[in-house]
């Protein structure tokens, strides 16, 4: 019995993350596509998550995938492939908040990053949210980018101090300064 080839494109999709990225070292770009396709829309979430200007999510998502499409030969594989890219997205976003710094002032940064709500956020409460993210807004990079990464895409606390080029003490502590002012701050909202 022969089985039935499957078109490129599905094969590619079908091939777990370091194995896209081992075929992207080697000049396969369509590989990288699938990369970029399956991890965009989350790098993207964090950058909206973790930055205050809406009109730069996108460029500092599309810095970070030229970053790592150039950085892929020397990417060694001693994380996984999506902590490398949430560690380039990290410094692609600090870069960018330093570039804002020097051109602008504090004053003019907005408050709260204004994403558009998904489904699961629309059918929570809208009062909430908003303090929630007032509250993440005025917390240090580091300190809000950990919670993200912990909170809400559940990364292991090695990955996340990877990510940030810190240790897994310093992101504990954060995370739990974090959750303990956020408790402090938004306890109005507790059943």
Do not use: C
């Amino acid at each position: 019995m022969v089985l039935p080839l499957l078109p490129r494109g599905e094969l590619l999709a079908s091939l777990s993350d370091e194995m896209l990225a081992r075929r992207a070292q080697q000049g396969d770009s369509e590989a990288f596509d699938v990369l970029v396709v399956r991890h965009g829309p989350a790098l993207l979430r964090f950058v909206a998550r973790t930055y205050p200007e809406r009109a730069e999510y996108d460029d500092i998502v599309q810095e970070t995938f030229i970053a790592a499409w150039k950085g892929l030969p020397s990417f060694a594989f001693r994380s996984q492939f999506r902590t490398w890219l949430y560690s380039l997205a990290s410094r692609k976003t600090v870069d960018a908040m330093r570039r804002r710094r020097r051109d602008f002032d504090i004053d003019d940064v907005p408050d709260v990053a204004d994403v558009g709500a998904g489904p699961s956020e629309r059918a929570l409460d809208g009062d909430f949210l908003a303090a929630l993210s007032r509250e993440l807004s005025q917390l240090p990079y580091a300190a809000r980018a950990a919670w993200w990464l912990r909170e809400v895409y559940d990364l292991p606390l090695a990955e996340i101090a990877t990510v940030l080029r810190t240790t897994e003490g310093s992101v504990r502590g954060n995370l739990q300064r974090t959750r303990k002012r956020l408790a402090e701050t938004l306890k109005d909202f507790r059943p």
